[in-house]
């Protein structure tokens, strides 16, 4: 089965009538899968404690504030994007 959009746009009674195609046939084994079923992705506070150890360990291996702050504001700029619109996708989703 396919849908005609992408699975963050798929409404909670298109998952449900996803999941019973198929019931109604006797013999017929269907097995459900895919992008459709999986759960939005979840952003918590986990990432900003996982920043903070990347800081204090950059800190102590480059002995220097400058470097660790370049490099962690040189990843934070590559992920931070995606991280956003990780965020708002799970919260229109919701």
Not at 27 to 40: D, N, P, Q, S, T
């Amino acid at each position: 089965m396919q849908f005609d959009r992408g699975a963050e746009q798929v409404t909670d009674a298109q998952r449900a009538a996803y999941l019973k195609a198929g019931a109604s046939v006797t013999g017929l084994r269907v097995e459900h899968g895919g992008e459709i079923l999986k759960a939005a992705p979840e952003a918590g506070g986990s990432e900003g404690i996982g920043v903070l150890i990347a800081a204090v360990v950059l800190i102590v291996t480059f002995g220097s504030l400058v470097a660790a702050g370049m490099t962690l504001l040189n990843a934070l700029i590559g992920v931070g994007p995606e991280w956003a619109a990780c965020s708002r996708s799970a919260a229109s989703s919701s």
